[in-house]
């Protein structure tokens, strides 16, 4: 990319980190330093602002980036990413979001340890927790050296390293000094500014081909090289019975992946009542729905506009698709119009990994703090402070979630997104579901689905074609890989359901009737939350 390129990009992304730090810096003059503010933000947005900021929590990278970039590649199959993410709304807006707002307080562990033996269920939650925020956390980080290489013309990896580095650093200083309520606000800015830019863009392809949208997806199909093939089922899932198992895997963890991932469940506690948390999903859906029907249409936009094959020799995962679609919309490379498109883009998704990556550093320091800390420090000499932990904790997790960013920087976001979603699905889906609705669940059986998910998904992953085995894999000169698929979600979702019955109907621990009818009234009724 030419100088003008970089400057104008960089400057609008150095405007976006000063706002977001003013507004980090204000917030923090003004808390109180408590658990609740620090945690929930002091439970004070309105259903509007929580459904803005949890579209901007969810519309992230993978969102922006990966699956336009996977339609731009595969066509239809590539559109069955953002169909599961949208989805998976469904089942939050009518098993979670009132119910989890009504018997939680901060964390999902909050759910569990309301009728069970708190210790141990605590450890087990927050393991997970932290394990679905670190997964998702490197796809965000991914991201952000992708749209590095892309800006500096892929001149130096070092460039890259240094970008992820300072990604990192800044989601550290957001959820250390501004907690929950400097990172709403952050996601409320983020969430506008991405609807503001996929809205330009999307209008913009669609006057390219002056509103004629089959002559829009004719000529991403002779594009792509494929044809009609482009159009239909089974490009990337259509091969044989492997691919296809890997479809139903990925729609099972995308569908069932969202009500467990921690940072979304956390957003639900930043509202004053369940009615609110209800009515704030209602706002996502609307926003994220609108969306993700726009990146369809850049998705064929860049096929069209761009080339399938020119989009994979810029990045052989599709990540940079949308930029390059915003160079060729604005008048090309050299143009004025193409450099200040590519760099507005560039500085939103540069803004969107940003606002979803302290997002989950936030959830993912809660968890740590608030349940494993917690449960931990009875053993420990003095107690510290939960939200001096937290954030601690938030500065531990930025280093891992770099490091293995930079390990991860060759694939795709949307799939590594995917398997994040299946490792919540699997471990968090089973136990937050038994919890709320069965009457005789036991400790023992909240530990086992736990960890018989949470072990089956990230075991089979390390044994799946994504580590080993293949050119494209983390390690390509090794094979150790066992499992056929890319996504463990078919195996390991419902490992984690049999693992939680199992234990329970083993356990010799007697369900205690009075708490469950106090967690049932709670959850339904709201009587006696926070």
């Known amino acids: ?84 993410f949208l989805v998976a709304w469904l089942v939050v807006l009518f098993l979670v979001a009132e119910l989890v707002r009504n018997c939680g307080r901060f964390t999902l562990a909050d759910v569990v340890a309301a009728r069970m ?30 749209l590095v290489a892309l800006l500096l013309g892929r001149t130096s990896g070092a460039a890259q390293a240094w970008t992820v580095i300072g990604v990192g650093a800044l989601m550290v200083i957001y959820v250390s000094l501004g907690g929950m309520r400097a990172t709403t606000w952050i996601q409320i800015v983020k969430a506008v500014l991405l609807l503001s830019g ?31 093939a482009f159009l239909a089922p089974g490009l990337k899932y259509g091969g044989d019975w492997n691919s296809r198992l890997d479809f139903i895997s990925l729609g099972l963890a995308l569908v069932l992946g969202t009500a467990g991932l921690p940072h979304i469940l956390s957003r639900f506690y930043t509202v004053p009542t369940a009615r609110a948390a209800r009515r704030s ?37 599709g990540n940079t698709a949308v930029p390059l679609l915003a160079l060729d919309l604005g008048g090309g490379a050299g143009s004025t119009g193409g450099t200040v498109l590519f760099a507005v883009v560039a500085a939103v998704a540069f803004a969107t990994i940003l606002a979803v990556v302290a997002g989950i550093t936030l959830a993912s320091s809660a968890s740590v703090a608030h349940d494993l800390y917690a449960s931990l420090r009875r053993r420990s000499g003095k107690p510290r402070s939960e939200v001096a932990v937290a954030r601690c904790a938030a500065v531990g997790i930025g280093v ?131």
Do not use: C
Request: aromatic letters at 10%; hydrophobic letters at 50%.
């Open 117 to 146: 033996s708190e210790r141990p269920v605590r450890i087990a939650a927050g393991t997970s927790s932290v394990t679905v925020s670190v997964l998702y956390l490197v796809a965000q980080m991914v991201g952000a050296g992708s």
């Open 400 to 530: 891992v979630a770099i490091g293995l960013g930079l390990l991860a920087r060759d694939l795709n976001v949307a799939f590594l997104v995917g398997l994040a979603f299946a490792v919540a699905a699997s471990a968090n889906l089973p136990v937050l579901l038994y919890s709320l609705f069965w009457r005789g669940f036991t400790t023992r059986g909240a530990v086992w689905a736990v960890y018989g998910g949470l072990l089956p998904a990230i075991g089979l992953v390390l044994l799946s074609p994504v580590v080993s085995g293949s050119p494209e894999s983390l390690f390509p000169g090794v094979d150790f890989q066992y499992f056929p698929l890319e996504n463990p979600g078919i195996v390991s979702i419902p490992l984690g359901f049999l693992a939680g019955w199992l234990g329970t109907v083993t356990s010799d621990e007697v369900p205690d009737e009075a708490k469950y009818a106090e967690t049932e009234v709670r959850s339904l009724t709201g009587a006696g939350a926070v």
């Open 281 to 317: 999903v209602v706002w996502s859906i609307g926003l994220i729905g609108g969306f993700y029907l726009m990146t369809i249409v850049l998705g064929f936009g860049a096929a069209a506009v761009v080339g399938t094959q020119a989009v994979r020799g810029s990045n052989a995962a």
């Open 198 to 228: 996929t809205v330009v863009l999307t209008v913009l392809v669609l006057l390219r081909f002056h509103g004629d949208v089959d002559r829009l997806l004719l000529t991403a199909a002779d594009r792509s090289g494929q044809g009609r």
């Open 1 to 84: 990319m030419t100088g003008d390129h970089q400057t104008l990009a960089l400057l609008l992304f150095s405007g976006f980190v000063a706002v977001t730090l003013a507004i980090t810096t204000w917030v923090s003059r003004r808390r109180h330093g408590s658990a609740e503010e620090f945690y929930a933000g002091g439970r004070l947005f309105s259903p509007m602002e929580n459904g803005f900021a949890i579209a901007g929590d969810y519309m992230s990278a993978a969102s922006f980036l990966g699956i336009s970039g996977l339609i731009a590649l595969y066509g239809y199959d590539g559109l069955l990413y953002g169909v599961g």
